[in-house]
């Protein structure tokens, strides 16, 4: 029922088989999951330490970056990667949108290499591995922000 709407949508809107279709699928699924991650860290943010940057003179833009920001970046890591772990293995709406090879994603492309009769297990493989790069590079990048994020609130 999703995937019949999503597609109709996108069709009337001009813009079925883009990458930009997909851009708005996923932000449009994965927004709801990253604010309520976000809404949990800013609501441990002691309203104190903002009244105390307002005290000094900050205004609620600097409040914002200089304060807050700071103090919440290991749920807007954790967000982070949530949301790209989850528009990296799009595959239903991925399926469904877009028709052409060229713009399928590898989680589309690698079911092409599996057929009723035989698989091409090398293919499968080698796919497999390209996918899984950009996200082991990411939690490489950002593993210790990450484990301050996943464990933010754990003990009080």
Known sequence: MLATGLFKEMVALGINDTWLAMILINAAFNLAFAIWIMH???????????????????????????????????????????????????????????????????????????????????????VSIVAIVPVVILFMLIERRLVGGLTAGSVK
Do not use: C, H, M
């Open 40 to 126: 949990n860290f800013f609501a441990g943010v002691p309203r104190e330490v903002d009244e105390a940057a307002q005290l000094d003179g900050a205004g609620k833009w600097s409040v914002l970056f200089r304060v807050q920001l700071p103090l919440v970046w290991p749920g807007i890591v954790t967000a982070i990667v949530y949301t790209f772990v989850a528009s990296w293995n799009e595959f239903a709406a991925s399926l469904v949108i877009l028709s052409t090879d060229a713009n399928q994603p590898l989680s589309v492309a690698l079911t092409k290499f599996v057929g009723q009769y035989d698989a091409a297990w090398q293919y499968v493989f080698g």
